[in-house]
């Protein structure tokens, strides 16, 4: 079977991107052809319509007028023109792609959910209909999760928000990646969707330091005897990065010249505690100001290294190193992931993957689907209040525990390797590609027994 994966972006580091990876890898060693469509291809090799990219000017200017301020237009009607347009352009690129690939199953990955791009869902549940292509829709992240769209400035924008994010159709099924995003599908459309948690390659080659990335921590004036905190995810306000500074503050105070490391390196009067930010900054420009100034005021060193970090490795015109984004893991000591709001969670992952310990706030979903794994970590809670910044806080004694929690593990060795290893094994048991093996085989036997597959 010819299987076409699509989102905005493939190729890069964003969690979505990563997913579609790891399902074209397993779709593949299935023995079915995978090929990916997307708005542009980053470090993997796409179909490109264009106006899918993930910052089109044009999209911008529609998410801008239709969410926040209907400025660009003389009238709502004059914004629904200029998106129908849009969709229409993108709709015959895709029929054009379905029909001359000979696509047998399109997997559209949260075009038809997110509400970030109103024509794409429009065009690719009209191409749908009119190729009759059978889609399975993989959800990620819906647009009721999102303050960004919960105020349209048109009645047109909800009633297609209603519509197509996502759309009902008999030749559309739906997954999700969660139990919370099942219940609220079926309260919403009446619509039964399969649950596909997010997983990880955990037979790979684990991230090492080699040749490669042996420089990694000078590139980017990291000490030998620092302490790398990382933040692997993406720059955006639910990521709560505020929370990863805060305990930082409190860390570097609780870590004092004498202690030693789990790896045995001394802590002495040179050692930094450094936070390193390696993901795409996707922030508004007020928010990311926010990080720096609270960095600034709390004195913690934060380090903005993404130029320099990538799907995978390459190295520019003038020679300088690009690394990927696992280099930044083999790297680090210890990961933060204070996000409020993650669909599942791929960073986890990761993290449990790399045999690194890490801070998490107890968001929806890992309360519901991922805390009774039994997994370890420092935690940061589950509730939280704004600041009067508008900046995610914890509770006082919620964070020195975690800070406490987390010196233990850094000076401790046995606890690090303790805590290390079982994330790893449990990562393993439960979501690894053996596991979404099992699940992509019942998804597809599921609509086989249906035959609504074009061939």
Not at 68 to 94: C, G, H, P, V, W
Not at 308 to 320: I, L, M, T
Not at 367 to 375: A, H, N, P, T, V
């Amino acid at each position: 079977m010819k299987i076409a994966l699509a989102h905005f972006r493939v190729g890069e580091t964003d969690g979505v991107s990563l997913e579609m990876e790891k399902w074209k890898a397993t779709y593949e060693g299935m023995g079915h052809e995978v090929v990916m469509l997307a708005g542009s291809e980053g470090q993997s090799n796409a179909y490109v319509i264009d106006e899918l990219h993930y910052r089109h000017p044009a999209n911008l200017k529609f998410v801008e007028n239709a969410y926040k301020n209907l400025r660009d237009y003389e009238s709502a009607d004059a914004l629904k023109t200029d998106m129908l347009q849009f969709a229409s352009t993108i709709e015959e690129k895709l029929v054009q792609f379905i029909e001359e690939e000979n696509i047998d199953l399109l997997i559209p990955n949260n075009i038809l959910s997110l509400g970030w791009n109103l024509p794409a869902g429009v065009a690719f549940t009209h191409a749908v209909d009119r190729t009759k292509v059978k889609t399975i829709c993989h959800h990620h992240d819906f647009h009721w999760e999102r303050e960004k769209y919960q105020n349209p400035t048109a009645s047109f924008v909800s009633e297609w928000l209603e519509r197509y994010f996502p759309p009902v159709s008999p030749f559309i099924s739906h997954v999700v990646i969660n139990s919370l995003a099942k219940d609220e599908l079926k309260k919403r459309y009446g619509v039964d969707a399969k649950v596909v948690p997010n997983v990880f390659d955990f037979e790979r080659e684990p991230w090492n330091i080699d040749d490669y990335n042996a420089d990694f921590r000078q590139a980017f004036d990291i000490k030998e005897d620092d302490i790398f905190i990382l933040q692997a995810t993406r720059i955006t306000e639910r990521k709560a990065i505020e929370l990863g500074i805060d305990f930082i503050a409190k860390l570097q105070s609780s870590l004092s010249k004498g202690m030693t490391l789990y790896n045995g390196q001394p802590i002495k009067d040179s050692t930094e505690v450094v936070y390193v930010l390696a993901g795409l900054e996707e922030a508004e420009p007020d928010y990311i100001k926010a990080l720096n100034q609270k960095a600034e005021e709390l004195g913690v060193d934060l380090r903005w290294i993404n130029h320099s970090v990538d799907h995978s490795r390459w190295q520019k015109d003038n020679g300088n190193k690009v690394y990927s984004l696992w280099d930044a893991y083999a790297a680090c000591d210890f990961i933060t992931y204070p996000s409020i709001l993650e669909g599942w969670g791929n960073q986890l992952l990761e993290g449990m993957f790399a045999k690194k310990p890490l801070l998490v706030y107890e968001y929806p979903v890992f309360e519901r689907d991922i805390k009774q794994s039994g997994i370890k970590y420092p935690s940061l809670g589950s509730e939280y209040d704004l600041s009067t910044l508008g900046l995610v806080e914890v509770n006082e004694e919620v964070m020195d525990k975690a800070v406490e929690d987390a010196v233990g593990i850094l000076t401790t060795p046995e606890v690090y390797e303790d805590v290390v290893e079982t994330n790893f094994r449990i990562g393993k048991e439960k979501y690894s590609y053996e596991a979404l093996k099992r699940y992509l085989e019942n998804v597809l036997e599921k609509e086989q027994e249906a035959k609504i597959f074009r061939k």
